[in-house]
């Protein structure tokens, strides 16, 4: 559920673990990533770029 996600990355915040989070309403449910979804596809492009930056030389 969104509110034990939540509560995970809370937790890893209080032991200062890097973490990120995106909650996204989708009236498909939660096989919503699936689907062609510009939000979706907005959340995984920004993690995927944060980890092209910390592995370029």
């Known amino acids: ?6 509560e995970i990355v809370k937790a890893l915040l ?3 673990r ?3 989070y ?3 309403d989708a009236p498909h449910g939660h096989d919503a990533f699936l689907l062609d979804d510009a939000r979706y596809m ?4 920004s993690y995927f ?4 930056k910390e592995v370029q030389p």
């Open 49 to 52: 770029d944060s980890i092209a």
């Open 14 to 16: 209080d032991n200062r």
């Open 42 to 45: 907005g959340v995984m492009r």
């Open 1 to 6: 559920s969104p509110q034990r996600s939540r």
């Open 22 to 24: 995106a909650e996204i």
């Open 18 to 20: 890097s973490v990120s």
